[in-house]
C-alpha cells in the first residue's frame, strides 16, 4: 500500500491491513486477509465495510484462513467501519483533524475495540510520514 499526503483509500487500505497485522496471527494469513477483504471483495471504504454483515465477514475471514479469531474479528471490523463513518465521516483524516497532536490521534484510535498499542505501532509506523 502506497502512502500519499492526504490519500484517504490508501491510508483507510493501511488501517485495515494493520488492523488484521495487529492479532495474534500469522502475517502471511493476515495479509491474505486483507486481500480477500479490501482487494477481492472490495470492501475498500469504512461505508462498505460498515455495510457488510458480521456473517459475510466471517466467511471473507475463512476464505483467507484467517480462522483463529474470526467470529471477534468480523465483529470489530464491522464496529471499526461502523464508528469511522458515524464519528469521523469514514476519513482517517478526520481523526488527525480531531487531534491536536500525533499523541491525541494514536489515543483515538485505540478508541476503535480491537485496536491496540501492536496495530498503533504497525499503522503509525508507515503513515506518520503522510499524517504528521
Known amino acids: 500500500i502506497q502512502l500519499n499526503k492526504d490519500d484517504e483509500s490508501a491510508l483507510f487500505k ?43 465477514l466471517v466467511v471473507m475471514l475463512g476464505e483467507a484462513h484467517y480462522v483463529r479469531y474470526d467470529e471477534t474479528t468480523a465483529e470489530r471490523l464491522r464496529h471499526l467501519g461502523k464508528k469511522l463513518v ?25 478508541e476503535f475495540e480491537g485496536v491496540g498499542p501492536k496495530t498503533i505501532e504497525i499503522f503509525m509506523r508507515d503513515a506518520a510520514a ?3
Open 86 to 110: 458515524d464519528e469521523y465521516a469514514g476519513k482517517i483524516g478526520n481523526i488527525q483533524s480531531a487531534s491536536e497532536d500525533r499523541k491525541a490521534f494514536e489515543k483515538r484510535l485505540g
Open 14 to 56: 493501511w488501517f485495515i491491513a494493520s488492523f488484521l497485522m495487529g492479532k495474534r496471527i500469522q502475517a502471511d494469513i493476515a495479509a491474505e486477509a486483507y486481500r480477500v477483504i479490501v482487494e477481492k471483495h472490495s470492501r475498500d471504504t469504512a461505508r462498505k465495510l460498515a455495510g457488510c454483515s458480521h456473517r459475510e
Open 130 to 132: 503522510v499524517l504528521y
